[in-house]
């Protein structure tokens, strides 16, 4: 008898619902708030926070499919990629213009899809 009086006495912890707990997780995922953030936002401990993210959070996984770079890592990797890009175009474009001004021929006209030539002339307007 004097057992189950302090089990019913005893204080229990009721946590927070799983919901709860992913929809704190998709939002410091999604960047749109940080963990202290949340913390202060829920009411809820960072550890507690950290502990749920580890167990429940996707990061890690993402971090592993993007090869272990972070989303910042990955943002400045496709920048560069994007400049090189941007590089190579311009060279082409020389190039092009070069020939026609040798040649005389108007490489754009002669090999290039409508749609192409549309996206050029876009292009040089900017």
């Not at 204080?11 to 963990?35: P, V």
């Not at 190039?95 to 040089?124: M, P």
Request: hydrophobic share 30%.
């Amino acid at each position: 008898m004097e057992n189950e009086q302090k089990q019913a006495s005893k204080i229990t912890y009721q946590g927070h619902s799983w919901g709860l707990k992913i929809s704190i997780i998709e939002e410091i995922e999604s960047g749109r708030i940080s963990i202290n953030q949340a913390s202060l936002k829920y009411g809820v401990s960072r550890s507690g926070i950290q502990k749920w993210m580890k167990k429940f959070g996707n990061l890690d996984r993402k971090l592993r499919e993007m090869g272990g770079r972070s989303p910042k890592q990955e943002i400045a990797e496709l920048k560069k990629k994007l400049q090189k890009a941007e590089l190579e175009r311009d060279i082409l474009e020389t190039a092009l213009a070069i020939v026609e001004d040798e040649y005389g021929v108007d490489v754009k006209k002669k090999f290039l899809s409508q749609y192409q030539r549309d996206t050029l002339k876009d292009l040089k307007k900017r």
